[in-house]
């Protein structure tokens, strides 16, 4: 597991609107082997980052920093090779710049880059080429402008989840989950059937079917949509099938903290349930405990974690820093430097 960057600046309280710290962002990694339990030093990255969004490729990290006004933090496209140990600056996506954009995604041999949103005009997605080091437009997608735009590799083709755009807030009608699929060899986009879904959260790639574990549903207040339409719900992406998450806990806000099918598992967050998608049952992730040795330095006081970073390690759950805040004790949080495995 790599873990870069990050602050250790004085925290911002839960719920709190706070200026921006005049520390810089850290850049400054390590490496940790999930098999040994062992931790070694990398070399600082090139930019500091207060986050990045990541995607892997064979033995390379790739990470887009989108920087912030934060004192030298600026945009960066980056690669880590876990072989040689060596940082490389790469061009940025040429809509960097654009409002919406972007996330990064990885795709067959590539990175693709892609707005979350059209809300401010549509920005065309484009495909990195590592051997080429540049950067190739895609082929537009075949559905109208949209919100909530996000991208999985299937194995075989890119699928492209998204929402059109609708009044908000007070549509009469729902936004649900749409999808195309893009066959990156021959250029060529297949509309897929829309879903009865909300598609809350994101999708991600088990088991050869692409899962939504969203827990819970919504129906639209007072808009009245005339029946609940569900948070999450699975893609078949061979035969363009949708179909309903198993029945799951009770209660419409439980969190679906990821999926484990055929072997694989795919975690999205570090509590709530976990799909077993074979079994058609779900796991209860248990809270993170407070800290190594489970004592509070107050003890009985209820405590909140934020800002951890998670990630899959194997068939584990991975969970790394963020700040304890006790009850009573706001506005001064704890920045913790604990490493967490769970495994079903």
């Known amino acids: 597991m790599l873990v870069v960057g990050g602050s250790d600046a004085e925290p911002c309280p839960p719920a709190a609107e706070c200026a921006l710290p005049e520390q810089p962002a850290l850049n400054d990694g390590a490496l940790f082997d999930a098999r040994t339990g062992l931790w070694r030093r990398i070399s600082p990255a090139p930019v500091p980052m207060t986050w990045a969004d990541g995607a892997v490729v064979g033995s390379t990290v790739y990470l887009w920093s ?29 809509t960097a710049h654009d409002q919406g954009c972007c996330e990064i995604t990885a795709a067959g041999n590539g990175i693709v880059a892609y707005p979350g949103t059209d809300e401010w005009g549509e920005v065309p997605d484009y495909l990195f080429d590592p051997s080429a080091r540049r950067w190739a437009k895609l082929p537009p997608d075949p559905l109208s402008p949209s919100f909530g735009r996000s991208m999985v590799w299937s194995g075989s083709d890119l699928v492209l989840f998204d929402h059109e755009l609708v009044p908000q807030p007070g549509s009469d009608r729902p936004s649900l989950t749409r999808a195309a699929m893009l066959d990156l060899e021959s250029g060529t986009w297949q509309r897929l059937p829309d879903s009865e879904t909300l598609g809350v959260g994101e999708f991600v790639a088990v088991g050869g079917r692409l899962v939504n574990p969203s827990l819970g549903w919504a129906d639209g207040g007072s808009n009245e949509w005339g029946r609940r339409y569900p948070n999450g719900a699975i893609l078949d992406p061979a035969s363009g099938q949708w179909s309903s998450l198993p029945k799951g806990p009770s209660g419409q806000d439980e969190w679906g903290a990821g999926v484990m099918a055929a072997g694989e598992v795919r975690y999205g967050g570090d509590h709530g349930w976990l799909l077993d998608l074979d079994a058609g049952t779900w796991i209860e992730v248990p809270d993170r405990p407070g800290s190594n040795d489970g004592d509070l330095p107050d003890e009985g006081a209820a405590q909140t974690i ?39």
């Open 66 to 94: 989108p920087g912030s006004p934060r004192a030298g933090e600026r945009q960066a496209f980056l690669s880590y090779n876990l072989d040689s140990g060596a940082w490389d600056a790469l061009p940025a996506p040429p």
């Open 306 to 344: 934020t800002g951890d970073a998670i990630a899959t390690a194997g068939r584990s759950l991975f969970v790394f820093g963020g700040v304890r805040w006790l009850d009573g004790t706001l506005p001064n949080g704890e920045l913790l430097a604990d490493t967490w495995l769970w495994t079903p």
